[in-house]
């Protein structure tokens, strides 16, 4: 597995753990630790908690699942021949694309290049 897809599904995960991690960064056991009571550990709590941070993490999974399976592909034990890996890029392309102009309203359209 590449380290492309490693970070990948470490964010998954950690945007899974979402309101997990906003209960435990809210909680009174939280606070009164020692880690909460920390520089560190503030500056992590003002980051979960931040509204901003799981938009562009949702944003960032968007756009790179695509991807995904086209690494997939190209990463598999079985080897297929190059005119497969084009039309199993034909769809994920698609999708990345329907993405990004959905989420034109917001910032990301200065990252369209069509």
Same mark, same amino acid.
């Given at each position: 597995m590449t380290r492309f897809a490693t970070t990948y599904l470490t964010l998954a995960c950690l945007y899974e753990m979402k309101t997990s991690l906003m209960t435990m960064f809210n909680s009174e056991e939280w606070k009164t630790s020692k880690f909460g009571t920390s520089q560190e550990g503030r500056k992590v709590q003002n980051v979960v908690l931040d509204s901003r941070f799981w938009k562009n993490v949702s944003i960032c999974l968007k756009v790179v699942a695509p991807l995904m399976v086209v690494l997939r592909?190209?990463?598999?034990?079985? !080897?297929?021949?190059?005119?497969?890996?084009?039309? %199993?890029? +034909?769809?994920?392309?698609?999708?990345? !694309?329907?993405?990004?102009?959905?989420?034109?309203? %917001?910032? +990301?359209?200065?990252?369209?290049?069509?």
């Open positions: 592909l190209v990463d598999s034990d079985v !080897k297929q021949q190059w005119d497969l890996y084009m039309r %199993g890029w +034909i769809a994920p392309k698609r999708r990345l !694309k329907a993405t990004l102009i959905i989420s034109r309203k %917001g910032n +990301i359209s200065r990252f369209l290049p069509f």
